[in-house]
Structures are given as C-alpha cells and as structure tokens.
C-alpha cells in the first residue's frame, strides 16, 4: 500500500505549509510607502563612485592608466586619455551605473588609489 505513504507525505507537506501561512498571517507588513518615507540603508552601503582629487595639488588622482576599464566584468567603464605636462588624465570618464554589478573590482585594481565608491544619501 504505497499509496497511504504518498498520502502521508503530502498531508505532512501541506500542514508544514499552512503553518508558514499561518505563522506569517498576523505578522506586520514591511512594505513602505516610498516617496513619502524612505528607509534607512546601511552605513556600509555603497551606492556610485567618484573619482578622487589630490589634496596638495588640486589634481585628479586618476592618470588614465585603463586598468579599471580593463578589469570591469560589466564592461560598463570607458575612458579617453589625454596627456598634459608628461602625466596622463582622463579627459572623459564614463561609468554606466544602469550596468555595473558594484563588484569594486576598479576600486581595488586602482594603482593610484584614484576612484572610491561613496553613499549617495
């Protein structure tokens, strides 16, 4: 009789789950109403990137050595170097937020410690 078997399992099965269901019935919802209230995201969130400035100099640290737009996995990095007093900088930077998987792989690749990722709000 196999069949009582394959009935006592799906009998146990649903009763696990109507528990679920009714362990969560009475609960509070989460959902919140956004434009009108904002959560609190974590301080260690990460949101964007930026590109640094030296201190000292008042110049940009990135000397447009390709290694960031290299390394994306996302492909969402494309940079033109320009050259100016034997250093290289970035004449444009463009980063594709809409594609990026916030890997931090340019972060850590960076040799001038020039691009850091910051929190928006």
Not at 58 to 70: D, R, Y
Not at 78 to 86: A, G, I, P, T, W
Not at 97 to 103: E, P, Y
């Amino acid at each position: 009789m196999p069949w009582i078997k394959e009935a006592w399992e799906i009998t146990r099965s649903m009763g696990q789950s109507m528990g679920v269901v009714f362990k969560n019935f009475l609960r509070k919802p989460t959902t919140v109403s956004y434009p009108y209230v904002k959560r609190e995201l974590p301080d260690r969130q990460r949101a964007t990137f930026a590109l640094l400035v030296n201190k000292e100099t008042g110049e940009e640290k990135c000397t447009a050595c390709l290694i960031c737009q290299n390394i994306c996995p996302s492909v969402v990095i494309s940079m033109v170097k320009e050259q100016r007093n034997n250093r290289g900088f970035a004449k444009e930077f463009t980063l594709d937020l809409g594609g990026c998987i916030f890997c931090e792989l340019c972060v850590q690749a960076c040799p001038q410690d020039a691009i850091t990722m910051i929190k928006l709000w």
